[in-house]
């Protein structure tokens, strides 16, 4: 496999996650600890992973209604809150398939896309119905339908690769 790849490898030394970027391929150690970072995640509970998924579901409402003045004031650059929109909605869909676990059965996907995206538009109705400050934008819930899109197939990729590393 060519290419850039940045994995995430957590080492015990002075615990801190250090990120790892690898040109060419995948080094077999960063391998071996990315299938036992996933190896942890797949073997939660279920009640914990739906808890989770609940308890994000509730901090994406949260932050979706509050007013505006109730956030903190960071300027980043125009339109940031497009990119904020698509990590919200990556992190939701992809919890949500953890939660689900999708990977036993494939139908959820859609179920996943189906609750995240419309989790999203429900959002945009009540900003615009609320009249707290927010207001609805389509291009938000563009945001949100690419970062859904981009949640899941990322999480497909992860659960296959296991599979796809020979042993």
């Not at 189906?114 to 945009?124: D, F, N, P």
């Amino acid at each position: 496999m060519n290419g850039l790849f940045v994995l995430l490898n957590y080492q015990n030394i002075r615990n801190r996650i250090q990120v790892k970027v690898l040109f060419g391929g995948i080094n077999p150690t960063c391998k071996t600890n990315t299938l036992n970072m996933l190896s942890f995640f797949l073997k939660i509970s279920q009640p914990v992973r739906n808890l989770l998924f609940v308890f994000y579901a509730a901090c994406v409402l949260v932050l979706s209604l509050l007013p505006p003045s109730d956030l903190p004031k960071v300027s980043l650059f125009p339109e940031a809150d497009k990119v904020i929109h698509f990590l919200m909605y990556f992190l939701f869909s992809g919890i949500g398939c953890w939660a689900l676990r999708t990977e036993l059965n494939r139908r959820n996907y859609y179920l996943i896309a189906l609750v995240a995206i419309g989790w999203g538009v429900l959002m945009e109705i009540l900003q615009l119905t609320m009249h707290a400050g927010r207001s609805f934008s389509m291009f938000d819930i563009l945001a949100n339908i690419v970062g859904v899109t981009c949640g899941i197939l990322t999480y497909r990729f992860l659960i296959s690769l296991p599979q796809s590393y020979p042993e």
